[in-house]
């Protein structure tokens, strides 16, 4: 809403994560370099490409994005499509490098070569690599709280570390990464057990970042960027609003329904569903779930399905109720003896959406997450809090006034 002046009173905001047809975001394409590959085998070194981008994309912390295979102009490359990514140069280094990690010492012997090196002047590689690089790990330092990252090395690796502490003792020995020397310790003792810390100046996003540049292993072949540029949303502003609609039309509906057919019990069901909505977005907010409309329409379902366990429940319990039993024992056999189907149809949805999840990509994944969160939490909804509700709430006496 905007006043004649022009200012604004009403701030409208999806405060979740959207997708790439909700929101829009980077589109990048990178070509192969087969030059140096046999052609038999290029169909393998895209696929293992495609394998380690999406494997850094997926860690860099981005949901649902589009990664696949395609051809420009005969040659093979790499569709990237990364939703709401507003950094795009932190995004690129990501994808297209792996932290090259050398761990230097001084050259005593103060050859020429050490001496005019561009790297680092009088000091010289000592063979420990990233190549024996067992695993990399953020973490913060208990004493300065500062963030570092930790390494551990494999046995080869560990032997070399032993070796060169041992040699440089009061000496210092630079970890060079990329070329650029980030941190040059004084080793004070002999380490043993192939771990060291990468320190520095580093946020935790960026000791994260050194971290799965590190872990991902090297491009199988190189790759260069053809392609760049920002996408608009394919749905966007519209969808989402059409979609809030939606859901809201159906939660009426399913509510009135409810209202009608079970009277003073639905009263409780509706306000359970409304406290089972709340508890679904909570969840998107705090795993940082990305919707796209697939993962919206996995959401409406969920609720649907949420008010399935409370019909359940409820004929469960007028059955218990027409046999003349009070209402507290009524409420404790319908959903004793509804839990049963409830469980076995809850399954059942949800090895489906295992299976989607597993063998699908993408808004596919997508739909099978908000499916599965919804299910579980419809359970949570039904079996707890509409059953609190019911046995702390609904009138005991004159139940036949209440469903």
Do not use: C, H
């Given at each position: 809403m905007v006043l004649p002046?022009?200012?604004?009173?009403?701030?409208?905001?999806?405060?979740?994560?959207?997708?790439l047809d909700l929101q829009g975001g980077a589109h990048l394409v990178y070509e192969l370099d087969l030059s140096k590959i046999e052609k038999s085998?290029?169909?393998?070194?895209q696929e293992s490409t495609l394998r380690i981008i999406r494997d850094r994309v997926?860690?860099?912390?981005?949901?649902?994005?589009?990664?696949?295979?395609l051809q420009v102009s005969g040659k093979r490359a790499i569709l990237v499509e990364l939703p709401g990514i507003k950094d795009l140069d932190q995004a690129k280094k990501l994808i297209g490098k792996t932290?090259?990690?050398?761990?230097?010492?001084?050259?005593?012997?103060?050859?020429?070569?050490s001496k005019e090196n561009k790297v680092l002047p009088g000091f010289k590689p000592t063979g420990l690599t990233g190549k024996q690089l067992k695993k990399a790990t953020p973490q913060v330092d208990p004493n300065t709280q500062s963030w570092e990252v930790g390494l551990e090395f494999n046995a080869e690796g560990a032997l070399l570390f032993k070796d060169i502490t041992k040699r440089n003792l009061g000496k210092p020995v630079a970890i060079v990464l990329d070329e650029i020397p980030i941190s040059i310790p004084t080793v004070q003792t002999t380490i043993e057990g192939g771990k060291a810390v990468i320190t520095g100046k580093f946020t935790p996003q960026e000791a994260k970042n050194l971290a799965i540049q590190l872990n991902a292993g090297a491009l199988p072949v190189p790759i260069k960027i053809i392609e760049e540029r920002t996408v608009e949303a394919t749905l966007g502003k519209e969808a989402i609003e059409r979609s809030?609609?939606?859901?809201?039309?159906?939660?009426?509906?399913?509510?009135?329904?409810?209202?009608?057919n079970y009277r003073y019990w639905g009263f409780w069901a509706v306000v359970a569903l409304v406290i089972y909505t709340v508890l679904n977005l909570w969840v998107y907010k705090i795993l940082h779930?990305?919707?796209?409309?697939?993962?919206?329409?996995?959401?409406?379902?969920?609720?649907?399905?949420?008010?399935?366990?409370?019909?359940?429940?409820?004929?469960?319990?007028r059955e218990e109720l027409a046999q003349g039993k009070d209402m507290i024992s009524s409420v404790e056999e319908g959903f004793s003896r509804a839990w049963l189907s409830i469980r076995d149809s809850n399954v059942s949805s949800l090895i489906t959406a295992f299976i989607l999840y597993s063998f699908g990509t993408g808004q596919v994944r997508g739909?099978?997450?908000?499916?599965?969160?919804?299910?579980?939490?419809?359970?949570?909804?039904?079996?707890?809090i509409t059953r609190t509700f019911l046995l702390t709430f609904v009138?005991?006496?004159?139940?036949?006034k209440t469903i």
């Open positions: 002046q022009g200012k604004k009173i009403i701030k409208k905001e999806f405060p979740l994560s959207l997708g085998d290029w169909q393998s070194a997926d860690k860099f912390g981005v949901g649902e994005p589009v990664i696949q295979s932290a090259q990690l050398e761990f230097w010492e001084e050259d005593t012997s103060g050859s020429k070569e809030i609609v939606a859901g809201l039309i159906g939660l009426f509906l399913v509510a009135l329904y409810m209202l009608i779930i990305t919707l796209t409309l697939s993962g919206i329409a996995g959401f409406i379902l969920s609720i649907g399905m949420a008010v399935d366990a409370n019909i359940l429940i409820f004929s469960r319990s739909f099978a997450v908000t499916l599965s969160i919804g299910i579980l939490l419809s359970m949570f909804s039904a079996i707890t009138p005991k006496k004159s139940y036949e």
